[in-house]
């Protein structure tokens, strides 16, 4: 084992067996941060945090975690809080940027791509320090007619590199970036104290087949977090939910809050099926208390 000491003094600095240990403490300022997940769903992305109330001072429902970015994405942050500020300050330019110069709005993938270079930038240089947040991005894009991937300019009509008739490009996007710069596409994503349990439970949905709907997305967003806080359930914490769905769907293709009734019904099915749960461990367990008693 390789000891830290004098490599861990400057992000531009490698240790000899090429770890970069202050991008890997700031791994550890969002490992934490509340828990951050995002759902890709046939007709939309659901992104929710498990919001910590650190103090009964604070007002319910202010100071957001999750943010819109321009009209059809959103970005949830798990880290510091600050950090998650400025990240999104610059995607909004990044946003703004491209609706300039390219009279549209950008798509999900192109923000994350230049975001995730972004963040890689400041592992770079001793002057500045990593972001100390993992970044959630979900989208909706606009549904347009493209030729095939790749094809620059108009191409020939048929054949090999012709267009593909009726072919489409846009619908959800949900990408992840961590403090190296590193981001992926994702069916499901989550980040923050409660990774694990979160993953495990992403896991168990069959997000690949995009069966399940952006309603069942909310249910099931909520029941993650409540899942993910059983390691924090000494702590209160207030659930922050959005949604994007399609241009026909509940927001009209636009970043927005989940409706107050719809987080609450979610709330109480989660926390039944939370008690649910716990029943059946207490049925199983007294079998075994039982041979014991026996023997």
Request: with cysteine; hydrophobic share 35%; glycine share 12%.
């Amino acid at each position: 084992m390789v000891s830290c000491t004098g490599y861990d003094l400057s992000n531009s600095v490698f240790s000899p067996d090429g770890r970069n240990f202050q991008v890997e403490y700031a791994v550890k300022a969002v490992e934490n941060g509340g828990t951050a997940i995002g759902i890709r769903c046939k007709d939309g992305v659901v992104l929710a945090v498990e919001k910590i109330i650190s103090s009964k001072l604070l007002k319910p429902g202010a100071n957001k975690r999750i943010a819109t970015v321009d009209r059809h994405i959103g970005i949830a942050t798990s880290g510091l809080v600050p950090d998650g500020r400025h990240f999104v300050s610059r995607a909004r330019d990044e946003a703004a940027s491209w609706r300039s110069t390219y009279k549209g709005p950008i798509s999900t993938s192109v923000l994350a791509t230049r975001l995730g270079g972004y963040v890689q930038a400041y592992t770079l240089y001793s002057s500045v320090r990593p972001f100390g947040v993992t970044a959630i991005v979900g989208g909706w894009d606009t549904e347009i007619e493209l030729p095939v991937d790749g094809q620059v300019g108009a191409g020939p009509k048929s054949g090999s590199g012709g267009k593909v008739e009726g072919a489409k490009a846009g619908g959800p996007g949900l990408y992840m970036i961590e403090p190296s710069g590193l981001y992926w596409g994702y069916y499901g994503a989550a980040t923050g104290k409660g990774r694990q349990s979160a993953k495990a439970e992403l896991e168990k949905l069959d997000l690949s087949s995009e069966k399940l709907t952006l309603l069942d997305g909310v249910k099931e967003a909520a029941r993650i977090i409540y899942v993910a806080h059983e390691d924090s359930k000494d702590k209160e914490f207030e659930l922050e939910m959005t949604w994007i769905s399609t241009a026909d769907g509940p927001t009209k293709g636009r970043h927005e809050e989940v409706p107050k009734e719809l987080v609450e019904e979610a709330e109480k099915a989660a926390k039944k099926a939370l008690e649910g749960e716990d029943e059946e461990e207490e049925e199983e367990s007294k079998p075994a208390e039982d041979d014991k008693m026996e023997e």
